[in-house]
């Protein structure tokens, strides 16, 4: 009775927002699992990744995904380390570089508005420790 009282809305927009984690999880643990079966592997240990402030992934979700994902592999105990990447936008007005504060690119100096990123949208696998 009590789960029927959810707010539908709020239930479907993490729904939502899980399944895309769970997509990017398994792709990141099909890599790593590839990865550590060419290479022989008995065991994962650590899987480290680097995720960017602009990739659009929820960290919390995705480490949910990732833990769920792991269960009767041979990553299962597994430590899963992730570090997140500001974004680096460039000023083609200052010819600089700024972490841009916001979603919304503007550059601290000079109030333009960057188009370009350099850096923030990394979702990748940085390190894997294995046996
Ligand atoms: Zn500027």
């Given at each position: 009775m009590g789960a029927q009282k959810k707010?539908?809305?709020?239930?479907?927009?993490?729904s939502f927002r899980f399944v895309h984690?769970?997509?990017?999880?398994?792709d990141i643990l099909a890599q790593v699992l590839?990865?550590?079966?060419?290479?022989?592997?008995?065991?994962i240990h650590r899987i480290k990744l680097r995720i960017g402030d602009l990739s659009g992934v929820a960290e919390d979700a995705l480490r949910f995904a990732l833990e769920v994902g792991v269960r009767?592999?041979?990553?299962?105990?597994a430590i899963i380390c992730m570090e997140q990447i500001k974004a680096l936008c460039y000023c083609s007005t200052c010819e600089e570089t700024f972490e841009p504060e916001d979603i919304i690119?503007?550059?601290p100096h000079c109030g333009t508005l960057s188009?370009?990123?350099l850096r923030g949208r990394e979702l990748?696998?940085?390190e894997l420790?294995?046996?």
């Amino acid at each position: 009775m009590g789960a029927q009282k959810k707010p539908r809305l709020e239930h479907n927009i993490l729904s939502f927002r899980f399944v895309h984690e769970i997509g990017i999880a398994q792709d990141i643990l099909a890599q790593v699992l590839n990865g550590a079966e060419k290479q022989n592997a008995r065991s994962i240990h650590r899987i480290k990744l680097r995720i960017g402030d602009l990739s659009g992934v929820a960290e919390d979700a995705l480490r949910f995904a990732l833990e769920v994902g792991v269960r009767d592999t041979i990553a299962q105990d597994a430590i899963i380390c992730m570090e997140q990447i500001k974004a680096l936008c460039y000023c083609s007005t200052c010819e600089e570089t700024f972490e841009p504060e916001d979603i919304i690119f503007l550059c601290p100096h000079c109030g333009t508005l960057s188009s370009k990123i350099l850096r923030g949208r990394e979702l990748e696998v940085s390190e894997l420790e294995i046996t």
